[in-house]
C-alpha cells in the first residue's frame, strides 16, 4: 500500500467573495486535485504534504495557515492497480495573490469554489471532502 499526503488550500476565506480551493491539473492522466504526493524517507503526513505542495505549486508553510483538527483520508485503487492511502490536510492561502509556480507535474492550475469543483473532478469522494473542509472552516469561525 502507498502512503500519500497533501492539503486541501483554500483562499478568500472570511471575504465578500466566496471561499475557492486549489486544484492542479496533472502532466499524466490530466486529472485535477490538489497537490499531493508519496511521503519519503521519515516524513511524517504534514511533512509530506508540505514539502509536496511547494514542489507542485509553489507554496511554502510562510504561506499557508495550516488549520489544526481537519485530516482526512482517501482511500482507492490507482490506475496501475495499487492501494493507495491519502490523507489530506487543511490550509489557508495567507495572500489571495499569491502566485502558483507549477512544476512539470501539472500543466494547469484553477482556483474554484466547492460548488463548482464538479466541473473539474467527477470524484465523489473528493466533492465530499472538498464540502467537508469548507464546513470545517465555517464552524471555526
Not at 72 to 97: A, C, F, I, M
Not at 136 to 141: A, E, H, S
Request: glycine fraction near 6%; proline fraction near 4%.
Amino acid at each position: 500500500m502507498f502512503i500519500s499526503a497533501g492539503i486541501i488550500i483554500f483562499r478568500n476565506f472570511g471575504v465578500s467573495t466566496e471561499p475557492e480551493l486549489l486544484l492542479l491539473q496533472s502532466t499524466e492522466c490530466k486529472k485535477w486535485g490538489p497537490p499531493k504526493g508519496h511521503l519519503e524517507n521519515d516524513e511524517d503526513g504534514i511533512q509530506a504534504a508540505l514539502r509536496e505542495t511547494y514542489e507542485e505549486a509553489g507554496i511554502t508553510l510562510a504561506q499557508l495557515h495550516i488549520i489544526e483538527g481537519f485530516e482526512e483520508v482517501l482511500r482507492y485503487t490507482s490506475t496501475n492497480k495499487k492501494q493507495k492511502n491519502v490523507v489530506y490536510y487543511l490550509g489557508k492561502l495567507k495572500d489571495p495573490n499569491s502566485p502558483i509556480k507549477l512544476s512539470d507535474e501539472h500543466v494547469d492550475f484553477v482556483w474554484t469554489t466547492v460548488k463548482d469543483a464538479a466541473k473539474f473532478t467527477d470524484s465523489e469522494s473528493f466533492k465530499t471532502m472538498f464540502f467537508s473542509a469548507l464546513s470545517f472552516l465555517q464552524n471555526r469561525k
